[in-house]
C-alpha cells in the first residue's frame, strides 16, 4: 500500500546541503504494525513526514494507495491527507481552546462533509474505545499526559484513515501509560485493520511490533519482521 522508490530528501542548510535521507526503497502493507527506529538524528521523523505526504522527496517516488503523491499539488496533498491518514506526535498537539470532543470532531469540521449527528455517533464511539467519555467536556489542560494522548489517537481516527504515523507516540509517557496507549492502537489494528507506522526509540513499541525498520544517517540497516 505504501512503496517508496529511490527516494532521498536533502535540506538546504544555507551553503550546505543536508542529505538526510540518502536511498529508501521500502514497501508496507495494509494492516501493518511497523517500528521505524534508529538514533536521534538518524531520520526516522523525516521519513515518516515523507510517507504521511507532510514533506516531499527531493528525488524519488512514493505512492500510497495506487497514487503517486509526489504527482500532487498542495491542494490535492491536503485532501489526500485528509483522507487517507492520521497523524499522532509526542507532544499531542491538541488544540487547548477546543474541548476533548471538539478536539476530536475538528478533522471533521476541516476536511469531511459529515452531518452533525454522523460526527456525534463516530466521536462518541471513538471516545468509548479510548476510555474517554466521561472527559469529553474536559479541555486539554485538565487532563494527564496519557489522557490526552488517547484524545489524539482518537482525532488521528476520526477520519477513518488507512494508515495511522505516530511519531514518538510514547517519548512524554510514564511506563504504565505507554503500555496501555500501545495496547490500544494494537487493539485499533486489530479490530480495523489500520496500519500503523512508529518513529520510535521506546523498547515497549519495539518489542510489540511485527516489524522493525532500522535507520542509521539516512540509510536502511536493517528490516526485520518479528514473531510477535
Ligand atoms: P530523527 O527523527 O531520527 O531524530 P530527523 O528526521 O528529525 O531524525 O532528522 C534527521 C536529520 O535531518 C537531522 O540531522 C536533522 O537535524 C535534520 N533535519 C530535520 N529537519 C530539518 C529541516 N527542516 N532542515 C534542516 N535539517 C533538518
Ligand atoms: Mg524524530
Known amino acids: 500500500m505504501i512503496h517508496t522508490k529511490n527516494v532521498t530528501k536533502t535540506y538546504q542548510m544555507g551553503q550546505v546541503e543536508l542529505k538526510v535521507i540518502k536511498d529508501l526503497n521500502i514497501s508496507i502493507d495494509h494492516g501493518e504494525f511497523v517500528a521505524i527506529v534508529g538514533p536521534s538524528g538518524s531520520g526516522k521523523s523525516t521519513v515518516l513526514n515523507l510517507l504521511g505526504c ?22 490535492q496533498l491536503a485532501k489526500f491527507r485528509g483522507e487517507k491518514v492520521g497523524f499522532i506526535f509526542q507532544s499531542f498537539n491538541l488544540i487547548p481552546v477546543l474541548s476533548v470532543y471538539e478536539n476530536i470532531e475538528y478533522p471533521l469540521i476541516m476536511i469531511q462533509d459529515l452531518p452533525e ?15 474517554m467519555l466521561d472527559q469529553k467536556d474536559k479541555f486539554p489542560d485538565q487532563l494527564s499526559g496519557g489522557q490526552r494522548q488517547r484524545v489524539a489517537i482518537a ?18 509517557l510514564d511506563s504504565e501509560t505507554s503500555k496501555q496507549i500501545i495496547s490500544l492502537m ?3 489494528q486489530k479490530e480495523f485493520n ?26 536502511i ?4 519482521r518479528t514473531a510477535s
Open 54 to 75: 507532510l514533506d516531499k522527496p527531493s528525488t524519488g517516488s512514493i505512492t500510497v494507495e495506487d497514487i503517486d503523491v509526489t504527482r500532487l499539488n498542495r491542494t
Open 117 to 131: 449527528d454522523e460526527r456525534r455517533t463516530r466521536i462518541m464511539a471513538l471516545l468509548k474505545d479510548v476510555d
Open 221 to 224: 540497516t536493517e528490516d526485520k
Open 194 to 219: 489500520t496500519t500503523f507506522i512508529f518513529a520510535t526509540h521506546d523498547e515497549k513499541i519495539v518489542t510489540e511490533v511485527d516489524r522493525i525498520i532500522t535507520i542509521v544517517d539516512g540509510i
Open 155 to 172: 482525532r488521528a481516527l476520526v477520519t477513518k484513515p488507512k494508515i495511522v504515523f505516530a511519531d514518538e507516540p510514547t517519548a512524554n
Open 186 to 188: 494494537r487493539n485499533i
